[in-house]
């Protein structure tokens, strides 16, 4: 599969102000989160690409995120921050 699949998304980070949604249980099963395909038109294929692409951008900068969300694409804002 390409992209990166969202695992967790803790709470006040920048996925979760994006709105981004990381696995979940629902009635006893766990269920995929959003998957990353792309940020700023830039397709990531594992977590070294995503890694190398974010490395390009600027802390504080806002990206559009291509994510992949129950079969659908969408794209979503994120404002890049430090990770604690």
């Known amino acids: 599969m390409d992209g990166v699949p969202i695992m967790q998304v803790y709470p006040g980070s920048a996925a979760e102000r ?3 949604s990381g696995y979940a249980r629902r009635n006893g099963r766990l269920v995929p989160g ?3 395909l792309a940020v ?3 397709r990531v294929h594992d977590v070294d690409g ?3 692409t ?3 951008y600027e802390i504080g900068q806002t990206v559009k ?3 992949q969300r129950d079969g659908e694409e969408r794209e979503v ?3 890049l921050q430090e990770v604690q």
Do not use: K, Q, S
């Open 54 to 56: 974010l490395e390009r």
């Open 34 to 36: 959003d998957i990353i």
């Open 77 to 79: 804002p994120v404002t």
């Open 50 to 52: 995503l890694r190398n």
């Open 18 to 20: 994006a709105g981004l």
């Open 65 to 67: 995120v291509r994510v």
């Open 40 to 42: 700023e038109g830039t």
